[in-house]
């Protein structure tokens, strides 16, 4: 597997003078990497950028092995996207529009729709891939848009909001299926998403852009690395109950979350940490090492954007 | 819960060129259109003008002999508007007599003409109106052109592709008829060197094909890629042709031929600078060129440089709409 799945290098773009991405730098390791940023930060255009869709200012890069912009169209047979936009051939069953897409790929038209089924079989579209697109419900239509960014065997698979639009459960086994995908069968994924929970769940690397700039880019596990050492504890109810005491009995702890603390320091002696919430009468949940929570990482990477 | 689930499955074999995609675009639009009762049944309907053409030519052929020739000439002689037909060919009647391969040759050029020039200038009308606005307009409203230009696609062969669908939908109203009259003539005509009189022929009808295909498509892609709603791209369409015969007609009337000379009046007949206000006397006007049904110093330069800058200005429109999309 290459060390890098995409390596692009002061890509600048904008719109009618309006940057939208200004002297972006970034290297795609392989596997999930989860592109964060708020609205207006430039995901979908550094997504269509890297499939040549946009014609970009400034900037170059390899993207698998390829010359980037100048092979992008080349590119563009190895890689597959899922669009944010709700976008479909009008007219077209969902079994056409994903055979149509692989003939596009290049896949001769009896194999394209052999693949095709293939692949509605693994998205989960059971008989409804026999009815027209744009009587698809929202969900369907994001698995519809799954198995068009796959039936050509991409090797890097861009998925923008590919989520939206779904139940939890659907959600879920979308996420799944991500994971099989980059665990399993050794693809690398960008995911663009504004659900953090979604990235904490699947993604190994994040990046997160805002203003058209990178404002972080690291693995998973480094960013959520704590600071400082500590310990991060959750109760059912009642946590400033359980702060203060903590607070009187000589710990350095700050609120984490809804019904989180964090405390800081190392060696901290649990047992302490026991006797305080008895006293308060607050029932500990859980008790773990502590990290930095990724919306808190976003959270201070946009600021000031 | 499945009993068995094969899950994702890697995919290896062999891939056609990056060249050939837009012709994944055409088929698939053509599927779409063939999908559609009321295109297969105005289709079917527009063969009928083709089966009466195919007669005449039949009843010619049978009856294509020196003495039905001589008859052919006297009632041409006699009859005003087949003269003047043959006035505009700038056929003298003289050369036509005792030369049935020479009758066979003027006849069948004006019958195809004929064809082309009426049910199947109409049925182009109608079939482009009713197709050709939907196609790059529906994309636009469904953003389905992002899923063609993820893949790799250039604008310019997206809009080859759906123009494609336009060439195959009146390949079959205008080429397919014409040439297989063609070879029914030769068929059901006695003479065996038939093929030696008329070789141009085929040559004339692809020559004419492409004259309607090209413009027809280029206009009709041009209004789809203007606007999401395919609706105002087909009134557009149809009055483009309408308002164009319409404004053609009233002007022709009003033009007074009085006190000139029956070859001015000849010329004026044929050429007239007001066919560029009128897509379908414009194309007409080339087509009877083609066919040899015009007086040979009628000018035809002028006309075919109209209708290619309307094809380039067509497909410019189309190509630039859809690779202005992508930079919104």
Partial sequence: MPERIASIENVTKSYRGRPALHQVSLDLPPGITGLLGPNGSGKS?????????????????????????RDARTLRDRVG?????????????????????????GLFAKEALRRAHEVCDFCDLGQERYRTVETYSTGMRQKLKFAQALV???????????????????????????????????????????????????????????????????????????????????VVAEVEKLEQQLVKAGFHCERSG???????????????????????????????????????????????? | MPILDIGYRKWEGPRSPAWTRAWVVASTGVGLVWSSTWIRRILMLLTFPSLLVAIAFGVLEQNLSESSTEQAITFVQRNREARRVLDNAGVEVKDLR???????????SYLLFTLFRYPQAFGMILVVGLVGPRLISYDLRSRGYLLYLSRPLTPAEYVIGKAGVLYTLLFL????????????????????????????????IIAASVILILPTSAIALALSSMTQESRYAGFAWFAIWILGHVTYSVLWSAQQFRGQGRRTQILAENYNALMYLSPYELLGYIQKKIFGLMVADTPILTPVLVAVVITVIGYTIAYWRVSRILKL
């Fill in chain 1, 45 to 69: 255009t550094l997504i269509k950028a890297l499939l040549g869709l946009v014609k970009i200012d400034s900037g170059h890069g390899i993207v698998l092995g390829y010359q980037w912009p």
């Fill in chain 1, 81 to 105: 996207y899922l669009p944010e936009d709700d976008c479909f051939i009008q007219g077209l069953q969902g079994i056409q529009s994903v055979q149509m897409m692989a003939r596009l790929s």
């Fill in chain 1, 258 to 305: 809804v019904q989180e603390l964090k405390i800081h320091g190392h060696p901290i002696e649990t047992q302490a940490l026991w006797r305080a919430s008895q006293e308060v009468g607050v029932l500990i949940q859980r008790i773990e090492p502590a990290k930095n929570s990724l919306e808190q990482m976003f959270l201070n990477a946009v600021r000031g954007v």
């Fill in chain 2, 98 to 108: 005792n030369n049935p391969a020479a009758v066979r040759h003027f006849a069948w």
């Fill in chain 1, 152 to 234: 050509h065997d991409p090797d890097f698979i861009i998925l923008d909001e590919p989520t939206t639009g779904l139940d939890p459960s659907q959600r879920e086994n979308l996420l799944d299926r991500i994971s099989v995908l980059a665990l399993e069968k050794g693809k690398s994924i960008l995911l663009s998403t504004h659900i953090l929970h979604d990235v904490q769940r699947v993604c190994e690397n994040v990046i997160i852009l805002a203003g058209g700039r990178v404002r972080l880019a690291d693995s998973l596990t480094n960013l959520q690395r704590p600071s400082q050492a500590g310990i991060q504890i959750s």
């Fill in chain 2, 173 to 204: 109203v205008a080429t397919i008829p014409a040439l297989t009259i063609y070879v029914v003539g030769l068929f059901l005509s006695t003479d065996p060197w038939a093929i030696v009189y008329t070789w141009d022929i085929p040559l004339r």
